[in-house]
């Protein structure tokens, strides 16, 4: 479950999990290395040999579009790979965020940071542009990204937010959800206990998310699940105070409610799950 941000850390003494792998430089590629593209077959639906177009026509007219006879465009030589290594920084980075380990208010730069996960600056980049969209971060021009400063006031109204979105659906799910369905969530609340227990918050973080989505994809509203848990995602980061806001019993306090929000849920008992979610996102504050 633990991700690593130990690569961030660049120091190789035990940290949370293995190191983001070192990829090739757009150098090294260019070299004539192999690429994930070199075989794959380009015939298909309205394409003939060497990916022109076939029998049924201009390949771009399939799609609707105009291609006024231009010239077919180099199949893309990194595609998979760079979008596979930005995913990995990308989920290094959040954990070092949620882990305390990038400074509110601090700058960085993609290429210090991409040093110290040995990749080069244009995936860290992609990377902090998407923790740019989350709030996460903010640009500062000629320089990187700045750690964005949150405060209590913040927090408290992602919980306020939070509460407005979870709240109703599970007063609903708790009226209309068969029993079993609840039963079938227990492994992931358990998880969450194993995470608190450990004292890592990334790892907490990851599992407590996982257990919120599921319970909310009961109610089939995809949107609502992808709305909130972006809104659960930027309640971990960590306060302006301190790398760390909350402590292990904390942690392990928040898992303890998951259970027994789980046994009200199955036993669909309204008033129960009504005072146990209240009580839970109030600590959440």
Known sequence: MERSAQGFAGTGAP???????????????????????????TTGAGSGPGGGPGPGGDAGAVRGEHTHGETPLERPRSLVQRSSVRGQILDALR???????LTPGEVY?????????????????????????????????NRGFRVVVRGTRELAEL???????????????????????????????E?????????????????????????????????????ADD???????????????????D???????HLALLEALGAGDVDVVRALVREHFAGAR
């Open 15 to 41: 940290g949370t999990g293995a190191r983001v792998p070192a990829q090739p430089r757009a150098t090294d590629r260019d070299r004539g290395a192999p690429t994930p593209f070199a075989d794959v077959p």
């Open 95 to 101: 954990t070092a965020l949620v882990a305390g380990e």
């Open 109 to 141: 730069s993609a290429p210090v940071l991409g040093e110290r996960f040995g990749v080069s600056a244009t995936p860290v980049r992609e990377a902090m542009q998407q923790l740019a969209l989350e709030g996460a971060v903010e640009v500062v021009p």
């Open 159 to 189: 919980a306020e937010v939070r509460a407005l979105i979870e709240v109703p659906v599970m007063l609903r799910l708790a009226r209309t959800v068969p029993a079993e369905r609840w039963t079938e969530l227990r492994p992931l609340a």
């Open 191 to 227: 998880a969450t206990v194993r995470a608190a227990a450990s004292g890592c918050r990334a790892t907490y973080a990851e599992s407590d998310r996982a257990f919120h989505r599921a319970l909310l994809g009961l109610s089939g509203n995809g949107q609502l699940v992808s709305v």
């Open 231 to 249: 809104l659960h995602r930027r309640s971990q980061w960590p306060l302006v105070g301190g790398p760390v806001s909350r402590g292990r019993a």
């Open 251 to 257: 942690l392990v306090a928040d898992a303890a409610e």
